[in-house]
């Protein structure tokens, strides 16, 4: 089912890797903005990919 996520902003805790990554790549290919954020650094790597991949508007933050 596609879903239209446009200019709807979407949080995403644990988004580096598994199940957390494939949920922000969904969400970017339908659309949405991203805040994808998780304890690790490489969350910010993933979420250039997405950007790159998707053309999607993503802030990627650890803590």
């Known amino acids: ?3 239209n996520f446009h200019n709807k902003t979407v949080v995403i805790t644990g988004a580096c890797r ?3 990554a494939g949920i ?3 969400f970017a290919r339908d659309g949405a903005n991203l805040v994808m954020i998780s304890n690790a650094e490489r969350v910010h790597e993933t979420a250039e990919t997405l950007r ?3 053309q999607a508007d ?3 933050v650890t803590g």
Do not use: C, K, T, V
Request: charged residues 25%; without cysteine.
């Open 24 to 26: 922000a790549e969904r």
């Open 18 to 20: 598994g199940i957390g």
């Open 1 to 3: 089912m596609q879903r």
């Open 58 to 60: 993503i802030l990627s």
């Open 52 to 54: 790159q991949r998707y």
